[in-house]
């Protein structure tokens, strides 16, 4: 694997770069399926189903497909209810008791063991073996996932109990070394979540993630209601944990997030993945090949800042065709029939890349 770039320019996104960087040429290695050897964590066909009364069911993720390799960012993009964060939920076996799942998810093994498949583990393993140790979770609400009565430190040293073999006494240490890490000021350490800033609130949820040690980073819109400021400082952090060695799952609606620390893109649509591509040509002058990826980046506000037509279909009524048909302007008959995905884009008709 190439060389991870400096922190400088990880910060710097994609736009107005004409120079191939390192992880440039790392996210085209990455696009071949031939990567599932060395993959961080590796998931094909993955399908989750929510069974409702009445017989019917909620297709909320479909067919997902990709690799994720060590010091490598994935961002998953999409609009709210595309099924992103059941996605992660359920690589972590968190989904409810009405969901059903299949397909295959293989985590690294450690020290020369076998891969674990995440979506046929059981309860035990996966709350003994993977998350924490192996899987670090960044949460979407960090002030609900900190205990409320108890400050920072506290927390920190509990992780450090439960996820490590850290001797009592080291045990402080170890948590004032997770915060320095996560870039979380000793001095806020004896505060309670409800005392810290939302971006403060944040590095704590990320210095918990931290503690195991994890080879890979779940990230799940970790941005949610900070202003852009802290925006970019709390993905700057999570990009330099990525080039310490780490895999990053970014699950995000923020697109100027996603360029910002991206190295590959997968664009979800109705449950499914669309297209995949490198961060630099998805967000470059080239830009995405389907249509629906291409008119999430026309509606951002420094671009054409023209919405797409019409709204998602609801997963519980999904078409046999392309999901995407009706608020596309390139549908013809063809799209009644479902797209496979070909060179990282499931459409009939992909755009060409922009002059």
């Known amino acids: 694997m190439s060389t991870p770039p400096s922190p400088r320019a990880c910060t710097l996104g994609y736009h107005g770069r004409g120079k191939v960087s390192a992880r440039v040429a790392r996210a085209l290695a990455a696009v071949t399926a031939e990567r599932a050897e060395d993959a961080v964590l590796s998931v094909?066909?993955?399908?989750?189903?929510?069974?409702?009364?009445?017989?019917?069911?909620?297709?909320?993720?479909?067919?997902?497909?990709?690799?994720?390799?060590?010091?490598?960012?994935?961002?998953?993009?999409?609009?709210?209810?595309?099924?992103?964060?059941?996605?992660?939920?359920?690589?972590?076996?968190?989904?409810?008791?009405?969901?059903?799942?299949?397909g295959t998810a293989l985590l690294e093994g450690e020290a020369g063991a076998g891969p674990t498949d995440l979506l046929a583990a059981d309860e035990k393993t996966l709350a003994r073996t993977v998350r924490g140790r192996r899987v670090g979770l960044v949460p979407q609400s960090p002030a609900a996932h900190l205990t409320p009565v108890r400050t920072v430190r506290s927390q920190l040293e509990e992780t450090v109990r439960a996820l490590t073999r850290t001797p009592r006494r080291a045990r402080r240490k170890a948590a004032e070394d997770a915060a320095e890490r996560a870039a979380f000021p000793a001095g806020h350490l004896d505060r309670y979540p409800h005392e810290l800033s939302g971006g403060l609130a944040q590095r704590a949820a990320t210095a918990l993630a931290l503690i195991g040690d994890a080879r890979l980073l779940l990230a799940d819109e970790p941005t949610t209601g900070l202003d852009r400021e802290l925006v970019d400082r709390t993905v700057d952090e999570l990009r330099r944990h990525v080039d310490e060695g780490r895999g990053l799952l970014l699950i995000t609606h923020d697109l100027a997030a996603a360029a910002r620390i991206a190295d590959r893109v997968a664009v979800m649509y109705a449950g499914r993945i669309v297209e995949t591509a490198p961060a630099h040509r998805f967000f470059g002058p080239a830009g995405p090949r389907h249509p629906y990826a291409r008119g999430l980046l026309d509606a951002l506000p420094d671009r054409a800042f023209t919405p797409i037509p019409g709204m998602p279909p609801e997963l519980s009524a999904l078409p046999e065709g392309c999901a995407f048909a009706p608020r596309c302007p390139l549908a013809t008959d063809l799209c009644a029939t479902r797209p496979e995905p070909h060179a990282g884009v499931a459409c009939h008709h992909p755009e060409h890349p922009r002059a």
């Open 44 to 102: 094909r066909d993955l399908t989750v189903r929510f069974r409702l009364r009445g017989g019917r069911s909620v297709a909320a993720v479909s067919d997902a497909a990709f690799d994720l390799g060590a010091g490598e960012c994935l961002a998953l993009v999409g609009e709210s209810g595309c099924g992103k964060s059941v996605l992660a939920s359920a690589l972590l076996g968190l989904l409810p008791g009405n969901a059903e799942t299949s």
